[in-house]
């Protein structure tokens, strides 16, 4: 079955980086696009970040445009999330998911599989 573990997240100051991995199994990776989502306390999941198939295309929230990239190696079967100049309000749980097509979505509906999450802390 579809697996998706997350790691590389942490307690950071405020301009830091960090970057997140995604480490899935069970289904054949290169097929399906994958995004990053967060979720912080009292709110809802947000789309964070999306990338297709290839890796030649890539969409990104406003408020992490420009500081954030998302990536994939299709050889390893690994997303990635680059997060530079963190910020306190990046603080939330990232969770990483498998999209139902190769097409990129926006909303937690184009997405049928999830990670179990991990933690970003973003100090001031």
């Known amino acids: 079955q579809v697996s998706l573990v997350e790691s590389g997240g942490g307690l950071v100051q405020a301009g830091d980086s960090l970057r997140l991995s995604c480490a899935a199994s069970g289904y054949i990776f290169s097929n399906y696009a994958m995004a990053w989502f967060r979720q912080a306390p009292g709110k809802e999941r947000e789309f964070v970040a999306t990338?297709?198939?290839?890796?030649?295309?890539?969409y990104y929230a406003d408020s992490v445009k420009g500081r954030f990239t998302i990536s994939r190696d299709n050889a390893k079967n690994t997303l990635y999330l680059q997060m530079n100049g963190l910020k306190p309000e990046d603080t939330a749980v990232y969770y990483c998911?498998?999209?139902?097509?190769?097409?990129?979505?926006?909303?937690?509906?184009?997405?049928?599989?999830w990670g179990q999450g991990t933690q970003v802390t973003v100090s001031s």
């Open positions: 990338i297709n198939w290839g890796g030649s295309r890539t």
């Open positions: 998911a498998k999209g139902r097509s190769s097409v990129v979505g926006y909303d937690a509906r184009d997405y049928d599989s």
